[in-house]
C-alpha cells in the first residue's frame, strides 16, 4: 500500500511524533493509522525504559491549590533539558501531576505515579513513558508534597519555573505569607527554629567551631565562649526566624511575624535539580536580587 503525505500527517497530528517514526510505522501496519498508533505507543514504552537510565536535572517545580486555598500541593517533574522543560506537553503535564496530587493526596511517590492523571488517559506513570516516546526525552517526576492549612492558611510563591514554596501560616495576612514565602524562596532556611535544628547537625557543626577554636591558643573558657558565640550565628543563618528578612535586612523575620501576631507552622522548598549530580545555577541569589529590588 501506498503511504500517502496526508496519512502521514493525519499521524503526526494524532501523535505529535516525527515525520520519519510515522511513517515507518504506517510501512510496518500497511498504512492502518490506528494500528500504527497503538505500534508506535508500544514502540514508545521501550524507548521510555531506554532513556530511564538518563539523567533529568532540568524541570519545573508546578503548585496547585484548591479553590478555598486551604490545601496545596506542590511537585517537582524533571527532563534531561531545558529545551523540553519550556515545552507545551511538558509544563500540561507537570500540570496534571500537580492536580492529581492534590486530589489525590497520594500516601507516597509509588502511590502518585499510580494514581489516575488528572484529565488524563491512564495513569502518571503511564502518560510520564507516552511523553518520553513523544519528546525522545526523560522525564521524572522526582517528587512532592501536599500541604493542609489546618486552622491557618496557606501562601505560595515561584520564581519562575525553577523555585517554588508553600507556607502555612497562624495569623498575619496575605500579603505577610507572601512575603515569608519569597523570603524562604531566596534564603534557602533549614527549618523554622533553633529547637527543630536536627541534633546531629548542631553537634557537628559544634565539633567544627571547637576545633577552628582550638587553633587560638586561648584558655578553654575563652574558647567554649567563641564556640557558643559561632553557634548562635550559625543557627541563625539555617532557621527562618533567625534570618535576616530580605526586604528589611535590619528586620528579622522572627521579629516580622511577632509584629504581626503570626507564625509559621511548616514550609517546603522545592528548587529543580537540587540533589542532582548536574551543574546548578544560583537561582536562590536570582530571588534574593529580585525580592530586595522590590
Known amino acids: 500500500m501506498t503511504i500517502t503525505a496526508s496519512m502521514v500527517k493525519e499521524l503526526r497530528e494524532r501523535t505529535g511524533s516525527g515525520m520519519m517514526e510515522c511513517k515507518k510505522a504506517l510501512v510496518e501496519t500497511g498504512g492502518d493509522i490506528d494500528a500504527a498508533i497503538e505500534l508506535m505507543r508500544k514502540s514508545g514504552l521501550a524507548k521510555a525504559g531506554k532513556r530511564a537510565g538518563k539523567v533529568a536535572a532540568e524541570g519545573t517545580i508546578e503548585i496547585a491549590l484548591t479553590d478555598d486555598g486551604h490545601r496545596a500541593a506542590m511537585v517537582e517533574v524533571n527532563s534531561e533539558t531545558d529545551f523540553v522543560s519550556k515545552g507545551d506537553d511538558f509544563r500540561a503535564y ?154 528589611n535586612p535590619d528586620q528579622s523575620v522572627g521579629d516580622l511575624l511577632k509584629a504581626a501576631d503570626a507564625t509559621v507552622n511548616s514550609f517546603d522548598r522545592f528548587e529543580v535539580g537540587e540533589g542532582i549530580e548536574k551543574k546548578q545555577e544560583n537561582f536562590a541569589a536570582e530571588v534574593m536580587a529580585q525580592v530586595q529590588g522590590g
Open 94 to 247: 507537570a500540570t496534571a501531576v500537580a492536580r492529581t496530587a492534590l486530589e489525590q493526596a497520594p500516601a507516597d511517590l509509588d502511590a502518585l505515579l499510580a494514581a489516575p492523571l488528572a484529565g488524563g488517559n491512564g495513569s502518571v506513570d503511564a502518560v510520564r513513558k507516552e511523553l518520553v516516546a513523544k519528546i525522545g526525552e526523560n522525564v521524572n517526576v522526582r517528587r512532592f508534597v501536599v500541604v493542609d492549612a489546618g486552622d491557618g492558611s496557606l501562601a505560595s510563591y515561584q520564581h519562575g519555573t525553577r523555585i517554588g514554596v508553600v507556607v502555612a501560616c497562624a495569623g498575619g495576612d496575605a500579603t505577610l505569607g507572601k512575603d515569608v514565602a519569597m523570603h524562604i524562596a531566596a534564603s534557602r532556611p533549614v527549618c523554622i527554629a533553633e529547637q527543630d535544628v536536627p541534633a546531629d547537625l548542631v553537634a557537628k557543626e559544634r565539633e567544627i567551631f571547637s576545633a577552628q577554636a582550638a587553633e587560638s591558643g586561648k584558655p578553654a573558657n575563652i574558647v567554649e565562649k567563641m564556640v557558643e558565640g559561632r553557634l548562635r550565628k550559625y543557627l541563625a543563618e539555617i532557621t527562618l526566624v533567625g534570618q535576616p528578612f530580605v526586604k
